[in-house]
């Protein structure tokens, strides 16, 4: 009998992981867009838009740790799906924000700690649910491409999967600032918050489990295992036996990735969170003036995500180990940053300059991430993962945190001395570098490719 073709069914899973974390940056910029309006509305300090974002950074970076575990207990499909619902209940609150604020202000003033203007306090509240429902994003995408793809495919998929950020972080600009000039700012955060429960129908419809997906023949069901006896003769265990955060803190590997997302993470969040008060401040550009700019920037980041997961199978085919493959690749993807260096010097002669240089940065930074997080799933079991990418997770959000506070409390005190510019200029610096020193330490930690198998 002649034997069926083997179907790829695993890329319409990519898809819907794309498509995800496509609503995640969407619902995650709308708040950075609208800064300027809401800065100008409720008087708002650069300290004061730093503390709101460190509030989504934080509650964040806590969930995480808490996330890949959740979805590791749940399945990826429930996990998933919870996750959207919690995130786009917490996008739409930012709508009631005011309303909140108040509740909570009265509250605080009884209990005689009302002293956060009532603003912040509601858009921080607000912030804080959706960091909760965002922080399972990557775990159960990353599980889902673990389930999903073979190892050799893997970097590629979750290449794939996370140019959705770029699509989200194009689409915000394009979508934001038209809908809050045509019908407030308030019809911004629920009209993009209320996208994600459309994909919550797909993604019921369309995920299962491989073993138990009836679109997959068993040629490409064979394929996506093929990797499960690797070349070492090592068989991955499938205890479903729990594997405790301390345990996991004991292996090399671990910190290697927890460190590499401390440091590089809040690179990414800051760019996504200060460009368009950068380009107000740098150039007076506000509203629908950042369209145009940001939309390029970020659509150069997609090159970078694609591109970034494809980069390593060129060492692969030459003969290295997936995890030394990424780890060269990603040793020239960390010099790109250093072009961020010339945004403020070269920035006087057209906005362009720095818009371009900022976009390889971020481009670059997509390229890494989507070989940090390839990381995991190559050393570690399948029933690890989603825990492992959660303490990552969760470093990526303190450092994401740490950044933030620093750019708010910089720019308030050059923003007194009359040249907020400089307050960029070193945040710039900072960025630029992060990478490099981010893959010393990971290499010096884990020098060689080496898989986990007593878990």
């Known amino acids: 009998m002649k034997e069926a073709k083997m179907s790829n069914y695993r890329w319409t899973i990519c898809a819907l992981l794309f498509f995800a974390t496509t609503v995640n940056y969407l619902d995650r910029q709308v708040l950075s867009l609208l800064h300027p309006t809401l800065e100008k509305e409720f008087n708002w300090t650069n300290s004061d838009y730093a503390n709101i974002t460190s509030v989504f950074q934080f509650v964040y970076a806590i969930s995480m740790l808490f996330a890949g575990r959740i979805v590791d207990k749940l399945g990826t499909k429930w996990g998933y799906a919870i996750s959207l619902i919690v995130w786009s209940a917490g996008a739409v609150m930012h709508a009631l924000a005011i309303p909140i604020g108040e509740g909570l202000s009265s509250m605080l003033s009884w209990a005689g700690l009302g002293l956060i203007p009532v603003s912040v306090l509601g858009f921080s509240v607000s912030r804080a649910v959706l960091g909760i429902g965002e922080s399972g994003n990557f775990p159960a995408a990353i599980k ?19 140019s959705g950020a770029n699509i989200g972080a194009v689409l915000a600009p394009l979508t934001v600032p038209w809908i809050a000039a ?4 308030e019809s911004a955060f629920i009209i993009v918050g209320a996208v994600g429960l459309i994909w919550l129908g797909f993604w019921f419809f369309f995920y299962d489990k491989p073993e138990n997906q009836k ?3 068993q040629s490409e069901l064979d394929y996506i295992n093929s990797d499960r006896l690797d070349d070492d003769g090592i068989v991955e265990p499938q205890s479903a036996e729990r594997v405790s955060w301390v345990r996991l803190l004991g292996y090399k590997q671990t910190w290697a990735f927890v460190v590499g997302k401390f440091m590089t ?3 990414w969040w800051f760019f996504l969170f200060w460009l368009p008060s950068y380009l107000k401040v740098q150039y007076g550009m506000v509203g629908t003036d950042i369209m145009l700019p940001l939309t390029v920037l970020y659509s150069m980041t997609m090159i970078g995500s694609v591109g970034g997961g494809w980069f390593p199978v060129y060492y692969m085919k030459k003969g290295l180990a997936p995890y030394d493959a990424r780890m060269k690749a990603m040793l020239i993807i960390a010099l790109f940053p250093l072009l961020v260096l010339l945004a403020q010097p070269f920035g ?49 959000g303190l450092g994401g945190v ?28 900072i960025c630029a570098v992060l990478y490099l020193v981010a893959w010393l330490i990971m290499k010096s930690l884990v020098p060689k490719y080496t898989p986990i198998t007593d878990l």
């Open 144 to 162: 889902a491409t673990a389930e999903y793809f073979p190892k050799k495919e893997r970097s590629f998929a979750t290449g794939i999967f996370n």
């Open 182 to 185: 045509k019908w407030g700012w």
């Open 215 to 217: 679109n997959i023949t």
């Open 265 to 267: 993470d809040g690179v």
């Open 348 to 396: 006087d002669l057209t906005f362009w300059i720095p818009v371009i240089l900022i976009g390889i940065g971020t481009s670059a930074h997509q390229a890494w991430s989507a070989n940090i997080f390839t990381t995991v799933s190559d050393m570690f079991p399948k029933k690890t993962i989603g825990t492992v990418i959660g303490l990552g997770g969760m470093a990526g």
């Open 402 to 429: 740490t950044i933030s506070k620093l750019g708010g409390a910089l720019f308030d005190y050059y923003k007194s001395m009359g040249h907020t510019q400089t307050g960029y200029t070193i945040m710039f610096a």
